[in-house]
């Protein structure tokens, strides 16, 4: 596969065209009454049309043919995907998932959107609050199946396999240790080269942000410019059999056929006599008609009229060119620049945050994405792990790859971990242990790993999945705490130095 190229930044105004037609963007309008190359415009809106300007986020696409063009949506089955949060009863213990098992493909052939799992979440779709966490495993590409979201944002983080993405807008290649967000709306189809494994996390009503960045000044954390945005791409193909279109509305799943229905608006002549109207788009005059709107056909032509129309199945991905500001796009974990404590004491794990879905509450969030990536420690007389910790954010955590600093063990790529509303976590036994008494020196942290967090002010409920039919819950997890033990010297203050 040739190199795929992107566009720069992060929720700029950008505009693309495929080079196979050169300007097909229209000029100096949005929506001419003929576009080039005879496309149809098509506004995709991500916020409302009144949102200040420094939210509003639209997008122009022209395409081949307008996404409307399918037949109607009918109710499929819906799978492990649920907005249900009320399946089981709460569990508020410290949860830990073992690696989340790939299907084979020996034994069923499992996409990217039959291989979602909802494996916790809060909120209400309906009113454009709250989120979801899923997780993907799959071994198959969507062969001639879309996907859309109605509800919200996905956050995608691939664990095992890589990504190739075709979107609306055109297409990525996501790998482990990148990141894509496909937003509300727009349609996808992914690739797979094996089996696949990874997360997403999906927020209803809002779009992800970089955070503010506050006193840290004008660079650091995910640099904008790091960000990559598809250019345009099309095609235009037949698909025998149908092409479908499946979308998530209000938490369940629908399906439909993209077709194209060729109409045809000629105006039929026969000796001077209109003899009916039928409909078409695309469809060029005979040469030396003084009458561009009149087409003569032989007395024994048959008309045919709309409801006779050919069709023909067409993939969705017919965008030639677009222009706007809200738009898909991936971003590398390698290139996030860390800010870390360089005297004692930790600065708290916010520091590390990539992306944020604001709530309407300054400060806090429905959701953050933070992540955990190689640095260097240099916090003088500081127990560098995390530290021991209870919070009223709910903290997902998941592992791209290698080992977690404050779980060195059960703690595996492809697995997870939930600490809900106020329940206490932290570095197991082994961790606390060596950690104090280590010698401290400056070192690196984490190299060869990337662990990651979705962090929420919600208070997240496990789905049945999670918590049973997934059977990858950790029932031992919390034995890891087992082995503390009491330090407490109360005649003396002054605690041993380490050697």
């Known amino acids: 596969m040739a190199e795929l190229k992107y566009i720069s930044g992060f929720g700029n105004e950008c505009s693309s065209e495929d080079p196979r037609c050169p300007g097909s963007l229209p000029e100096g309008q949005n929506n001419p009454q003929v576009c080039p190359y005879n496309l149809y415009a098509e506004q995709l809106s991500g916020s409302a049309f009144t949102c200040p300007r420094s939210t509003n986020k639209r997008s122009w696409l022209y395409r081949i043919l307008p996404s409307v063009s399918h037949k109607p949506f009918e109710s499929i089955d819906e799978g492990q995907v649920t907005h249900n949060w009320d399946e089981v009863d709460p569990d508020p213990n410290q949860l830990r998932w073992k690696p989340f098992e790939i299907p084979k493909a020996s034994q069923k052939k499992v996409d990217f959107v039959s291989g979602l799992h909802t494996l916790c979440g809060a909120g209400d779709i309906k009113s454009n609050n709250g989120l979801a966490i899923h997780i993907f495993l799959c071994n198959t590409s969507m062969e001639n199946r879309c996907f859309y ?79 990559l945005i598809p250019i345009a791409w099309y095609e235009d193909r037949q698909v025998p059999g149908g092409y479908t279109v499946i979308n998530k509305y209000q938490g369940k799943l629908f399906a439909a056929k993209q077709d194209r229905t060729r109409k045809y608006y000629v105006r039929i002549a026969l000796k001077s006599q209109v003899l009916g109207v039928g409909t078409f788009r695309g469809l060029l005059p005979s040469p030396g008609l003084t009458n561009p709107g009149t087409v003569s056909i032989a007395s024994s032509s048959r008309l045919k009229l709309p409801g006779e129309a050919s069709q023909q199945d067409v993939s969705p991905f017919n965008v030639v060119a677009w222009h706007g500001n809200y738009t898909p796009y991936k971003y590398n974990l390698k290139n996030f620049m860390v800010i870390n404590s360089v ?10 945050t990539v992306l944020t879905a604001k709530s309407v509450r300054p400060g806090v969030a429905i959701a953050d994405f933070v992540i955990f990536p190689p640095r260097w420690g240099v ?84 789905t049945k999945w999670g918590l049973k039919a997934s059977r990858c819950l950790d029932e031992n997890y919390h034995k890891c705490w087992e082995p503390l033990k009491s330090h407490f010297t109360p005649n003396s203050r002054n605690p041993a130095e380490p050697n």
């Open 379 to 462: 916090a003088d007389k500081t127990f560098r792990p995390p530290y021991y910790h209870r919070n009223c954010m709910s903290e997902f955590m998941g592992l791209i790859r290698g080992h977690y600093e404050a779980k060195q063990g059960g703690f595996l790529p492809g697995g997870g971990s939930l600490h809900s509303t106020m329940t206490p976590h932290g570095p197991d036994a082994d961790c606390f242990e060596k950690a104090s008494k280590v010698k401290l020196a400056p070192e690196r942290i984490a190299d060869g790993t990337m662990a990651f967090m979705f962090e929420s002010s919600l208070s997240l409920a496990v």
């Open 149 to 227: 979201n109605s509800d919200g944002d996905f956050l995608i983080v691939p664990q095992k396999g890589n990504l190739l993405i075709y979107t609306e807008f055109g297409k990525m290649l996501v790998q482990p240790n990148e990141i894509c967000v496909i937003q509300r709306g727009m349609r996808f189809s992914i690739d797979v080269f094996e089996e696949t494994r990874g997360y997403i996390l999906e927020v209803y009503g809002v779009h992800f942000e970089l955070p503010d960045l506050g006193p840290i000044g004008a660079n650091g954390l995910a640099n904008p410019r790091d960000f």
């Open 343 to 352: 005297a004692f004491d930790h600065a708290d794990p916010s520091i590390f």
